[in-house]
């Protein structure tokens, strides 16, 4: 009898740890972050943010922050007429927020409509 009981405890032991360690293995799949078309601009200039000179800034769901990842001149003369200062453009960018910034990984200024 003791022998059973001890075998029955193997099984149920061996089986909960198998179920167990499948569980750690499993890893769950990753999802890339998906672009999204967001306004671009300067954040002083253009969406009253606070800071030091002219800086780039997207709004995202009426909310601007300033961008890491990407600058204000990488994308043309800020102060042209259709420069970053002058105006509110659309872009499409990849990224996340994080510590109340945007940062992007991927940022491309989309053509105006005229």
Known sequence: MKNIIAIA???L???VSAQNSGAKQTNPKKTAPKSQIVEA???QCQFGMKGH???LAVRIYGKPYFVDGSGIDDHGDA???DGFCS???KAEVTGEVKNN???ATSFKLLPEKK
């Open 53 to 55: 000179g002219c800086d």
């Open 79 to 81: 102060h042209a007429s």
């Open 41 to 43: 601009s300067c954040g």
């Open 9 to 11: 405890f193997l099984f």
């Open 101 to 103: 910034r945007f940062v």
């Open 87 to 89: 105006k509110i453009r």
């Open 13 to 15: 032991s061996f089986t």
